[in-house]
């Protein structure tokens, strides 16, 4: 069954790939409703729409899963973003007249050294604790979960001394119905100048589900006052070609001497014959930085052995999700229950 999305328009690009747009006065009440906040910058926001209801169709099997995308205001965009985004997104302030079993909130690219200095911060902030107390279970990726833990936790990130790349082997460290079937070791895609380490997530009572030593901690969970907090430093939505055209960006604002970074090869990712042509595109491009050798990317000899082998433990992932879902309907907190509590525009209550 597809995913249903909560569109006003019908022509967005997932009608396209079939997705059905809900009919939410008549639709019928079994199923979950999620909502997707995505704080991805304008660039990658189509593409990771996408990956979100492909892997959300993956999973639900015979599920009837409704999608609702929500996007902060007080989050920097272009012209182009802000009209998509007025086109086919709803603040996040509206929210709290849905009553919705799970939210997937995903990062951002930082623009400030410190988290507290992003103009979303306070949003941010105000939907993190909505969460907890008006959802089942939420999901954090990337850059929202560093925030996540700052902002409930105060646990900061650290930045690494190289960008975090790849495709990485996960070990799993306890049993945990969300890993129900997952294989003992996965691996799964990773991309982040910074991490949160282990000893903090356990020092904070959040249990580590998979692990790696290249990594970090990939997949840690947190049952809070109302909700179950689900933290991915990676990213299991991720597409096959994903962190190709993450290292391509990152090459060009190094040409374009934008950034001072010549970016790392993702690791784990590409085959013999693929990573070769990588590295020598590399060492051409310190030897000659100028925007023009940018056009020289070899894109299409990069892309033709590129596998999503992290696709069916990350569909497992999700359909454990949304059966945990399911399974606590019956417990889902009121509307309301934060009385007084605003968030972005709207007042709870």
Excluded at 204 to 211: E, I, K, P, Q, T
Aim: hydrophobic share 40%.
């Amino acid at each position: 069954m597809p995913v249903l999305v909560d569109l006003q328009r019908s022509d967005h690009h997932l009608v396209a790939r079939g997705a059905a747009i809900a009919d939410l006065a008549g639709a019928p009440t079994a199923g979950v409703d999620i909502a997707l906040v995505n704080n991805m910058p304008d660039a990658a926001l189509i593409a990771t729409e996408r990956q979100i209801y492909d892997l959300l169709a993956a999973a639900a099997k015979n599920r009837i899963v409704r999608l609702h995308f929500y996007m902060m205001e007080t989050l920097p965009r272009s012209d182009w973003g802000r009209d998509y985004a007025k086109r086919f997104y709803r603040n996040v302030g509206e929210l709290v007249n849905r009553r919705l079993d799970g939210v997937i909130v995903t990062g951002a690219e930082p623009k400030a050294a410190v988290l507290t200095e992003e103009p979303y911060w306070s949003t941010f902030g105000q939907l993190v604790d909505w969460a907890d107390e008006n959802t089942t279970s939420t999901l954090f990726s990337c850059l929202a979960v560093h925030g996540a833990l700052l902002h409930v936790d105060g646990v900061k990130r650290r930045p690494l001394p190289a960008k975090c790349i790849g495709v990485f082997t996960q070990t799993r460290t306890i049993d945990h119905d969300l890993l129900h079937g997952v294989a003992p070791t996965f691996r799964m895609p990773h991309a982040r100048w910074n991490e949160v380490e282990q000893d903090c997530l356990s020092a904070c009572g959040y249990s580590v589900l998979a692990r790696s030593d290249e990594s970090g901690a990939d997949c840690f969970v947190r049952q809070q006052r109302k909700s179950l907090f689900v933290h991915f430093q990676g990213h299991p939505e991720y597409d096959a070609q994903t962190l190709l055209g993450e290292f391509r960006r990152d090459m060009g604002r190094f040409l374009r001497r934008e950034s001072d970074v010549c970016p790392t090869i993702p690791k784990g990712y590409l085959d013999a014959e693929a990573e070769q042509i990588m590295v020598a595109f590399r060492d051409k491009a310190v030897l000659n930085r100028s925007a023009e050798f940018f056009g020289d990317f070899p894109v299409d000899r990069l892309v033709r052995g590129l596998r999503n082998v992290w696709r069916p433990t990350a569909s497992l992932i999700y359909r454990n999700w949304l059966s945990y879902l399911e399974l606590r309907q019956s417990r889902k907190p009121a509307a309301g229950a934060l009385l007084g509590t605003t968030l972005g525009n709207a007042t709870l209550g």
